[in-house]
């Protein structure tokens, strides 16, 4: 990664280098053409909840962690952004949970393929992670979705249990619903079509969620499965949050 | 510009229709690295408001273009953004008032000045717009900025006395207030730095309000200036609409 010379002192130092990493991923080519105004679309809402991880974020992600370690077959999704905010981190916790990483784009392209690989590869090698990384030959679908943004591998999405996928689009997350699959996303909008698709919503930044449950993980904090999990009271509660933010100015 | 091929009775075209022009736009080096990102910011704003004008946004726009008209020395200055999205509205615009276009923006390269000024000539003379372009070689500065965006022409931004900013940061907008210019600026965040420090604030996606003012100029449906106009109220009502769409989920 190039140099990012902002002072981490900055109130908004974790916002700007996010912004960093992913302006370096375009250019590397690893991003979709609408993938910088998504991440605006996430910095606005991040903005609007305070920038920082909200008590039943917290909650969620814990139990999504939970939920992955109880899985037969996790697996972890990884999109362009994804990869560019959070690589690293969610490669450990792959490593962690022996699960694999799966590259999956909705705009499926070999060229940003390539891209990804070549920046996860760097990573893996560098940190000496173990892992998984499928997603280069794809060889089967995702039922009820048409085109490139369809395709999956057996051994990993297609046969999960469980899987987290962050920054997930609407239909994606139905589609997986409709599998059966335990279905976490990501999603600073807690009123997203995603967001109100999913088994468990973190409404929180990816990196701030993979930094946390990576976190969890290496001091041995292991989170157990809530039962009583309501994933609408989890979003209204951070729905809540931004209008208290509103009513307050 | 290229083809565009979402269907126009898509809830969502207006929107979809924005974000291609900047993609397309930062393909021709119109854009700095951070536009589409700030684009996205728009984007979750302005579906948080509804993705349509409000009517203090409108009420805003009309005392905008009242206050232009009677200015002495208006000027509209033109950042990438504002270019890509509402460029010939606004040349239309400057031609009516008999003012100039400044072409202005916070990171500035000859590369970009160069992709800019290509793409607004194209359009003037595709269209027969009769109007002066400034920006290519500024010849002074705004003080109390430092560096290439203080930037800017005497016989444009700096003579002016009323200044329609489109999507300005807040430094540059508190220092042309610091001017004593009436400082017009829209932003979708009724919260910026900018929308609290400008004369008027009109909360409203730049295409809408660029086609508005166009509309009551071309319609004869001239505003005349609002004396009591009251912005911090303007903002709240936007506010309002936010945490109201909030409040109702």
């Known amino acids: 990664m190039s140099s990012f010379s902002a002072d981490p002192s900055h109130p908004r130092y974790q916002s700007l280098l996010s912004r960093h990493r992913l302006e370096q991923a375009a250019k590397q080519g690893m991003l979709a053409d ?21 008590p039943n974020a917290l909650e969620a992600t814990k139990n999504a962690l939970a939920h992955l370690m109880a899985g037969k077959n996790p697996v972890i999704s990884l999109n362009g952004n994804t ?15 022996q699960c694999p990483i799966e590259v999956n784009i909705f705009y499926r392209t070999e060229q940003r393929i390539n891209a990804l690989f070549g920046y996860l590869d760097e990573i893996k090698q560098e940190h000496d992670i173990n892992v998984n990384i499928l997603g280069k030959n794809p060889d089967t679908k995702i039922p009820g979705l048409k085109g490139p943004r369809a395709k999956c591998c057996d051994e990993g999405i297609y046969s999960s249990d469980v899987i987290l996928v ?9 589609a997986l ?15 997203s079509r995603s967001a109100k698709m999913a088994s468990i919503t973190i ?5 701030r969620v993979a930094k946390s449950m990576l976190n969890l993980i290496e001091t041995n904090d292991l989170p157990v499965i809530e039962i009583e999990f309501n994933n609408n009271k989890n979003l209204q509660a951070s729905v809540n949050i931004i209008a208290g933010n509103y009513r307050s100015v």
Chains 1, 2 share one sequence.
Do not use: F, Q, W
């Open 83 to 97: 990869t560019a905010l959070a690589g690293y981190e969610l490669m450990k916790i792959a490593e962690y949970l």
């Open 34 to 54: 609408s993938a910088l105004i998504a991440h605006g679309r996430g910095e606005a809402y991040d903005y609007l909840i305070g920038e920082k991880t909200s």
């Open 203 to 207: 409404v929180d930044e990816i990196s």
């Open 166 to 174: 962050p920054l997930e689009d609407g239909d994606r997350c139905e």
């Open 177 to 191: 619903v409709a599998m059966g699959k335990t279905v976490i996303v990501v999603d600073l909008n807690p009123l």
